[in-house]
């Protein structure tokens, strides 16, 4: 669920409870062990009638158990293995019995894995308890070996039975959007299953096998949902993260579907941003079974020139991030693109977007300014449409993107924007106009400080291979920009010898 961690965990503060005070007001003694007030972990349910939410809590509690309890195994620390058996009990029990109250009638697969984890989890509070009473290390380690199974054998059981449940509660769902003709009905069930698709890749694997992707592109094919568009569209782009999603989009014709919607001016921009965030998704680099994706190749032309005419008319900096990263991706995914983005101009498009600071405004952005330009550079026309563009003073100012906040995301995001833009102006300066270009810019200086200076770089390795590279290319050029010192360790060496002698420098505070 997309919602802040703080508030959440205060959210989720006002229902902990420890299932076990019972226990502890019968004379048990509290411990005085330095994790005990870890145990105060999340035991009250949710409000009535809401089995997702039921599952989804309750299965958030056993798991967090069940890890912990292979820990304290792993310890040999039998009072707490055995004081967290029982309370892995209640919580079960408590699943079990609070989702019958809730769900429909029970299915007999269902009821037998239920006294199958019941059973499990019974024998491992009994087996504990028994380890308690052993002192015989050679006996204890037998047994050790035992507990070791039953928790696996436990943990398989309330995986399957998790996984049935919430199975059932996804065909409800998609039954519910499948058959409702009523705007307010099929807003609320959209919004349930997007907030399923965030819970991670298995639930997105569920949705996806009981037609939740089918569902979604049907409300996405009515004239009466179009406000519901958006909505759908961000839960199918989360769904399509994982394999089944994207081969139930190509069976409905979803790539079809989505290059009418973007070519349709008629759709708001919003909307529009929402397809491009799927087109961004099913097209990925990082997932390699997007690569077989046949029916894209029909629609991408018209695909292609909706996404630049998006870029170029962007309100905002999110829609023209989603837009960038769609246009990004499909680089990668066919050369024919790059020719494309070519005829369409797209050069000067992205390039006139990065001096509007509504559009462009973020590292994540220019990322995907870059990555465009790196792909289009290995044609030889683009060095000219970048000089025209006065696109090298631009690749100059990305070699010096720094991170504002300092978080790792922003930081890596950085590295990946100078590390592209070496790589476009290497690829660029093949063209004699191109490395003259970056030569009067003083490109070649700023490659330098990036080799000789680890700060400058955060100390990456791939930035470095970039800039190296980038730095031979243009003293083939014009050798007189560099100091004999800098030709010696940066361009005479093999390139590894010379990426070895500026990874181990050690910077000087002189």
Not at 262 to 287: F, K, Y
Not at 392 to 406: F, H, T
């Amino acid at each position: 669920m997309q919602v802040d961690s703080v508030q959440r965990w205060m959210e989720d503060l006002k229902l902990m409870t420890e299932c076990e005070c019972m226990c502890v007001l019968q004379a048990k003694p509290i411990s005085l062990e330095e994790d005990a007030q870890g145990d105060l972990i999340l035991a009250g349910g949710p409000g009535p009638g809401d089995p997702l939410q039921l599952l989804l809590k309750r299965g958030w509690v056993i798991s967090t158990e069940l890890r912990r309890i292979g820990q304290k195994l792993a310890q040999d620390r039998w009072a707490r293995v055995h004081s967290m058996s029982v309370r892995l009990t209640c919580h079960a029990r408590s699943m079990v019995s609070e989702y019958s109250a809730v769900s429909r009638s029970s299915s007999q697969e269902m009821g037998q894995i239920e006294k199958l984890l019941m059973e499990k989890c019974s024998e491992l509070s009994a087996v504990t308890e028994r380890c308690l009473q052993v002192e015989n290390e050679h006996v204890l380690k037998s047994m050790k070996a035992c507990v070791s199974e039953t928790l696996s054998t436990l943990g398989q059981h309330f995986g399957q039975l998790l996984e049935l449940a919430l199975t059932r509660e996804v065909q409800a769902l998609v039954r519910k959007i499948d058959a409702s003709d009523n705007i307010y009905t099929t807003e609320s069930t959209t919004g349930n299953l997007f907030s399923l698709t965030q819970e991670g890749a298995p639930l997105c694997r569920i949705i996806a096998k009981e037609g939740g992707v089918v569902a979604l592109f049907k409300v996405c094919r009515q004239d009466s949902f179009r406000c519901l568009y958006p909505q759908a569209l961000r839960t199918l782009a989360s769904i399509c993260c994982v394999e089944e999603g994207v081969h139930q989009l190509e069976k409905v014709d979803g790539v079809l579907c989505l290059a009418d919607i973007l070519t349709d001016d008629s759709h708001s921009e919003a909307t529009r941003a929402e397809a491009a965030a799927v087109v961004a998704q099913v097209t990925s680099p990082h997932l390699p079974f997007t690569q077989h994706l046949s029916s894209f190749l029909e629609s991408m032309e018209e695909i292609v020139t909706a996404l630049v005419k998006l870029c170029q008319e962007a309100s905002s900096g999110e829609v023209f991030l989603l837009a960038s990263a769609a246009l990004a991706n499909i680089t990668f995914f066919d050369t024919m693109a790059c020719e494309m983005l070519l005829q369409l101009n797209a050069i000067r498009v992205l390039l006139e977007a990065c001096s509007d600071k509504q559009r462009v405004d973020t590292p994540y952005t220019r990322d995907q300014i870059v990555t465009i330009l790196a792909n289009m550079s290995v044609l030889e026309q683009c060095a000219s449409d970048i000089i025209q563009e006065n696109g090298v003073q631009l690749i100059l100012g990305m070699l010096s993107e720094k991170p504002r906040s300092g978080t790792p995301a922003e930081v890596a995001a950085c590295e990946r924007v100078q590390q592209k833009a070496a790589v476009t102006l290497a690829r660029l300066s093949r063209d004699p106009d191109v490395a003259r270009e970056a030569v009067r810019l003083s490109c070649m200086s700023r490659l330098i400080e990036l080799c000789r200076s680890p700060s400058e770089r955060n100390s990456s390795d791939a930035v470095l291979v970039a800039c190296l590279a980038a730095l031979r290319r243009l003293a083939g050029v014009c050798p007189e920009g560099l100091q004999d010192s800098d030709f010696q360790q940066l361009v005479q060496p093999r390139l590894v010898d010379s990426f070895l002698l500026c990874s181990n420098m050690e910077e000087s505070f002189v």
